[in-house]
């Protein structure tokens, strides 16, 4: 892991909606350059977290600090500008079926970066395309790609803004065990290349294993354990998390 500095800091976070209390005192740190596993079951609030983080929903109390600011505190140009520098990468790639990979890729450069070349564009879409191991693509459309190099593709194409923080969403969902392994490797190769800090959500404990420094598990809307999978996961006392790993490695 890189230095300690604290890139995202939450504090105390609550969230309902209505009678339905979804967060109810979060708190994390997470550190420049970590990869942190966010692991619960659905519905638990992951997806609620990671909107509050991006400025999609608000929280009813406590604190989010992205890149050392309070989140609900920006207006809506600074908020534009903290979400340049947080990557998502989409559990079903979110690719624009219509166009090229290429044109993809271009897509968001030429929307939020000004003045670039076609020269610049072009050396830009060949570098991501290398550093996913993908050059061959780049005229491709998106349905002659497989599974995996869909996804291979839509990390290239969140990268192409230099995102600070990255945020995978389901990142193995749907690959086969080989593919998973893949694309766990691309996530540790985007850290060592780009410097980026993550957080991946994930049902996948095998994912979490092979990406995370630390995981953090959401419970009864709060991190009830956050550590190395090894802190955590073989000897779980809470039924909840044992019952994760059981799944993921016994019954599977
Ligand atoms: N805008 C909203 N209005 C009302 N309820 C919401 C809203 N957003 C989320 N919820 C509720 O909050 C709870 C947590 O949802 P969330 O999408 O964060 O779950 P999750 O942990 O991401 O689940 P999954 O793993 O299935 O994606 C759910 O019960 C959901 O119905």
Redesign the pocket.
């Known amino acids: 892991m890189g230095n300690r500095d604290v890139v995202v800091e939450v504090r105390n976070l609550y969230k309902s ?1 209505g009678d ?1 209390d ?1 967060l109810m005192g979060v708190d994390l740190d997470l550190y420049k350059e970590e990869n942190l596993v966010v692991l ?10 990671i909107k509050i983080m991006v400025g999609l ?1 608000k929280q009813d109390s406590g604190s989010m600090k992205v890149l050392g600011r309070e989140v609900s505190d920006l207006n809506t140009k600074e908020l534009n500008a903290l979400r340049l520098k947080i990557g998502f990468s989409f559990q079903n790639s979110a690719l624009y079926d219509s166009m090229t990979v290429r044109e993809n890729m271009e897509f968001p450069l030429v929307r939020n970066v000004k003045n670039l070349t076609k020269k610049d564009i072009t050396y830009k879409i060949e570098e991501l395309l290398d550093a996913v191991g993908l050059p061959q693509t780049i005229n491709q459309m998106p349905s002659e790609l497989s599974g995996g190099q869909k996804k291979r593709i839509g990390v290239a194409r969140t990268l192409i803004l230099n995102p600070e923080i990255m945020l995978y969403d389901e990142p193995t969902a749907g690959l086969d065990p080989i593919t998973c392994v893949d694309i766990n490797n691309l996530i540790n190769e985007v850290r060592e290349r780009y410097k980026t800090t993550s957080i991946v ?1 994930t ?1 996948d404990l095998a994912c979490a294993k092979m990406t995370g420094d630390r995981m953090a598990v ?1 419970l009864d809307g709060q991190f009830k354990s956050i550590g190395t999978f090894e802190e955590i996961f073989p000897r779980a006392e809470d039924e909840r998390v044992k019952s994760f790993y059981d799944y993921n490695f016994i019954n599977s």
């Open positions: 909606f339905l979804v619960g079951r659905s519905g638990t609030g992951k997806s609620v977290l929903l959500i049902h959401l």
